[in-house]
C-alpha cells in the first residue's frame, strides 16, 4: 500500500517551509522515526521523522523547493504489518463514516442537490521535534459544533509549549476522540469533522456571459502578484494567487494578524472603490493629472514608511508566555555580588593551550558551573523546586545547570545534567555540544527540560547588572556582567590592574531569603577568586 506523508503543522501559523535536504532517495528502505527530510520554517530549521516503516516511492519536492503544509512531502510504500493494523485502527472511524454516509444518501435521495457529506479524521500532527504525546487541555469546540477554517479547535500541551490546534476545514465537529486531561498521540485521530463536498458547476455558456467576461480577462496582469509573507491558511494562499493579491499587503484580522478570506475580500473591494474614485477624478479632471501623479508618488513613500507588523511566535511565544508567568508568580528579588577572577583568568589560560579542542572549548564557564554545583551541596534550597501552590519544596538530588543560549530560534535554555559527577573537562564538552547545537536551532528536547539553576551569561555580549527572571520552576538565576580589568588595592593599599565581574542574582522570595543567597554566592565567591579552593572541594 503506497502513503502519502502529509507536511503538517501544530498551530503554530506555519504555511509553508522551504526543502533544505533530503536525507534519503527514492527506493530507500527507512524505519519508523528516522529522519526523512530537513526543512526551514520562518524559525528554525525542523527535521521531519517517518511515522511508518516502507520504502520510499516519490519524492515531491527538489532541494530548494518550497513545501506547503497539509500537502504531501513523500510517498510511502509501507509494509503489510502497517497496513493491517491501520485497517483495524481504522475499522471504527470507517464504520462511522459509512453511517454518515448513508444518513446523508437517505435524506438527498428525492432531492437534485450535487452536495454529499464525509467525515474526515484530523490527524495529530508533529514537525519533527520529537514530540510523541500531549495533553489535552481544552476542548474549544464541542460535538455537533459547525466550525470555520483555522478556527481554534483545542488547547493542548507538549514538553515546553501550550498549542492551539486550527481546523482545517470548515464543517461539523463529529466526534472528540479525547477527554480533557488525556495523553494524546501524535499521527493518531485529534477529532472528527464532517465536510460537505459539493461537485463542480458545469461551465457557462452562454455568450453574453462569454462576451462580458472578456474584457476582464484581457484586464489582468500575465505575471501573478509577489506573494509576500504572511500568517494564513494554504486555502486562503490559493484565494490570494487567484485574484492576483499580495497576501502580505492584506491587513489580518485573526490572532498575530492572520489573514482570512473575508479579509482578501475586503481588501479586493477597497482596492475597487480606490481604482473607481480614482478613475472618476481623472475622467473629471483632467487637467489634474500631474498634481494626481505627484500624490501618487508621496503616498507611495509614505507607504514605505509604514510601521511593519511580525507575529510572535515559535520559541518566542513560548519565552513570552513563559515570563509573565514567571514574573506574575514568583517574587523576584535581586542581590549582586562583585568578583575578582584574576587569579581564575590566569588558571582558565595556562590550561587553555592543552584541552581546549574542537569538541572541547575551555571557557570560564565550566569553572562558573563547577563551583555552582559544588555551592549548591551545601545550600541545598537554591536547588530546590516549589510546587503550584507553594505547599510543598523539592530539593532535587541532581544539580542540572542551565545556561541562556542566543540562537537563530530565540531565547533557549539547555542544561548540563548532573554537574555534580562531571570533571570540569566533561563539563567543558557538554557546554560545547549545546552551545553548537543552540546555535543551529536543533536543540534536543530532552536537552531543555529538567533543569535546576540556571546561568544568563549577558556579559558576552555587553552590560555590567542585569535583573534576570526567573527559569520558572527553578528558584534561582544569575546573570554574568562582563570582565573588566579596573583598578583596585591590594592588601598593602596598592592599586593594581584586576580582572572584575559584577553578578546579579534573582531569587524566588517564596522560599529563598536575602541571608541564604549572600552565604551561597560568598561561598561561590570563594570558590572563584581562590581556584585552588574548588579543586580541594572536590570529590
Not at 462511522?96 to 464525509?118: G, L
Not at 496582469?221 to 509576500?228: L, M
Not at 598593602?492 to 542574582?505: C, D, F, L, N, P
Amino acid at each position: 500500500m503506497i502513503k502519502d506523508f502529509i507536511l503538517p503543522d501544530i498551530g503554530e501559523g506555519v504555511v509553508e517551509c522551504e526543502l533544505v535536504e533530503w536525507l534519503v532517495k527514492e527506493g530507500d528502505t527507512v524505519v519508523e522515526d528516522q529522519p526523512i527530510a530537513d526543512v526551514m520554517t520562518d524559525k528554525a530549521l525542523v527535521q521531519i521523522p517517518a511515522p511508518f516503516a516502507g520504502v520510499v516511492t516519490k519524492l515531491y519536492y527538489a532541494k530548494g523547493d518550497i513545501a506547503k503544509v497539509h500537502a504531501p512531502l513523500y510517498a510511502v510504500q509501507i509494509e503489510a504489518a502497517v497496513d493491517i493494523a491501520g485497517e483495524e485502527s481504522a475499522t471504527e472511524p470507517a464504520a462511522t463514516t459509512a453511517k454518515v454516509t448513508e444518513s446523508v444518501a437517505a435524506t438527498t435521495a428525492n432531492t437534485s442537490s450535487s452536495s454529499s457529506v464525509s467525515i474526515e479524521e484530523f490527524l495529530l500532527p508533529d514537525i519533527g521535534e520529537g514530540i510523541v504525546e500531549c495533553e489535552l487541555v481544552e476542548w474549544l469546540v464541542s460535538e455537533g459544533d459547525w466550525v470555520e477554517e483555522d478556527q481554534p479547535i483545542a488547547d493542548v500541551m507538549t514538553d515546553k509549549a501550550l498549542v492551539q490546534i486550527p481546523a482545517i476545514k470548515a464543517g461539523k465537529i463529529a466526534k472528540l476522540h479525547y477527554r480533557k486531561g488525556q495523553l494524546a498521540k501524535v499521527h493518531a485521530p485529534l477529532f472528527a469533522i464532517e465536510v460537505e463536498q459539493t461537485a463542480s458547476a458545469p461551465a457557462a455558456t452562454n455568450t453574453d456571459t462569454v462576451s462580458n467576461a472578456a474584457p476582464t480577462a484581457q484586464t489582468v496582469n500575465a505575471e501573478p502578484a509577489r506573494q509576500g509573507k504572511a500568517l494564513a491558511s494554504p486555502a486562503v494562499r490559493r484565494m490570494a494567487r487567484s485574484l492576483d493579491i499580495d497576501l502580505s499587503q492584506v491587513p489580518g484580522t485573526g490572532k498575530h494578524g492572520r489573514v482570512y478570506k473575508e479579509d482578501i475580500t475586503r481588501f479586493q473591494q477597497g482596492a475597487s472603490n480606490v481604482s473607481a474614485s480614482s478613475a472618476t477624478q481623472v475622467k473629471e479632471a483632467p487637467a489634474q493629472a500631474t498634481q494626481a501623479s505627484q500624490t501618487q508618488v508621496l503616498t507611495s513613500t509614505v507607504t514605505q514608511r509604514a510601521d511593519t507588523v511580525e507575529p510572535i511566535r515559535g520559541v518566542k511565544a513560548v519565552m513570552a508566555r513563559m515570563m509573565v508567568e514567571s514574573v506574575s508568580s514568583i517574587p523576584h528579588f535581586t542581590y549582586c555580588e562583585e568578583f575578582d577572577l584574576t587569579d581564575l583568568v590566569a588558571l582558565r589560560e595556562s590550561m587553555k593551550v592543552k584541552y581546549s579542542s574542537d569538541e572541547v572549548k575551555l571557557t570560564m564557564m565550566p569553572f562558573f558551573m563547577k563551583s555552582m554545583s559544588l555551592a549548591l551541596s551545601q545550600f541545598p534550597v537554591m536547588n530546590s523546586q516549589v510546587n503550584a501552590d507553594c505547599t510543598e519544596l523539592t530539593y532535587k538530588a541532581r544539580h542540572n545547570i542551565g545556561m541562556a543560549v542566543d540562537s537563530k530560534v530565540g531565547l533557549l535554555v539547555p542544561n548540563i545534567k548532573d554537574v555534580q559527577d562531571k570533571s570540569i573537562l566533561e563539563v567543558a564538552a557538554e557546554i560545547t555540544r549545546l552551545t553548537q547545537a543552540a546555535r543551529s536551532g536543533r536543540v534536543a528536547p530532552a536537552d531543555l527540560k529538567d533543569g535546576t539553576i540556571s546561568i544568563s551569561n549577558i556579559g558576552a555580549l555587553g552590560g555590567t547588572v542585569a535583573t534576570p527572571i526567573i527559569n520558572k520552576p527553578e528558584v534561582a538565576i544569575v546573570a554574568l556582567g562582563k570582565l573588566q580589568t579596573l583598578p583596585r588595592f591590594n592588601a598593602k593599599g596598592e592599586v593594581e590592574a584586576r580582572q572584575i565581574m559584577q553578578v546579579s542574582w534573582s531569587g524566588d522570595h517564596r522560599v529563598i531569603d536575602g541571608g541564604t543567597i549572600a552565604r551561597f554566592c560568598n561561598l561561590w565567591k570563594q570558590y572563584l577568586e581562590q581556584p585552588q579552593e574548588m579543586l580541594l572541594a572536590m570529590r
